[in-house]
């Protein structure tokens, strides 16, 4: 079975964005860049929450094209062309995406269908609502977290609302050089 793998820059204190959806705290950098490009490779399908696929939407599609497209930016759009996305929203229609599922409903059973499919994990990036749906209904698989060296002191937690206690394991760390560390982890199921 495939397996929903969480990708999320989080804060020290727990935050994935500052109170009004600010990032602009996140560090990355070429070294960050080249290490979660190898793994997202390995991906074929990216699940997203409606506010992440728009902002998406609006600059992978053609961020390879322009005149100022880095080595980052050409490798991520060739990739973002290519892998299927899965969107969950209430709102959006699939009429005339590409390549692109809507979930607006039964989203467990939905879910538990693509992760019986053929393919590989399914990365989950940002969309810290849809990571909260996806937590509460114990989908998430793992966890990849980039903890910025950082203390917002508020902002939207990663963790909200957990009603049971989630066991994880820890599969690797690493320390890049701007300060970032990497935990990655899988959910003990057992």
């Known amino acids: 079975m495939r397996k929903i793998i969480s990708f999320m820059h989080i804060s020290l204190d727990g935050f994935v964005a500052g109170p009004n959806g600010e990032m602009d705290w996140i560090k990355v950098d070429e070294e960050i860049f080249d290490y979660v490009g190898k793994r997202i490779n ?12 728009q902002m998406m939407e609006d600059y992978w599609p053609t961020a390879a094209d322009k005149p100022t497209a880095t080595k980052h930016d050409i ?39 693509i992760k019986q499919q053929a393919g590989t994990d399914i990365a ?48 690797t760390t690493r320390q890049f050089t701007c300060g970032v560390t990497e935990l990655n982890y899988t959910v003990d199921r057992q």
């Open 75 to 113: 490798e991520h759009s060739k990739w973002y062309s290519k892998v299927h996305k899965v969107v969950l929203s209430k709102t959006m229609k699939d009429v005339g995406l590409t390549n692109t599922t809507i979930i607006s409903d039964n989203l467990s059973d939905r879910i538990n269908e």
């Open 124 to 171: 989950l990036f940002g969309s810290p609502t849809a990571t909260h749906s996806l937590i509460q209904l114990n989908l998430i698989d793992g966890y990849w977290l980039f903890v910025n060296p950082i203390i917002l002191g508020q902002g939207i937690p990663l963790f909200v609302d957990i009603k049971d206690k989630i066991k994880l394991n820890l599969l």
């Open 42 to 53: 390995e991906t074929d399908t990216a699940l997203y929450g409606r506010v992440t696929y």
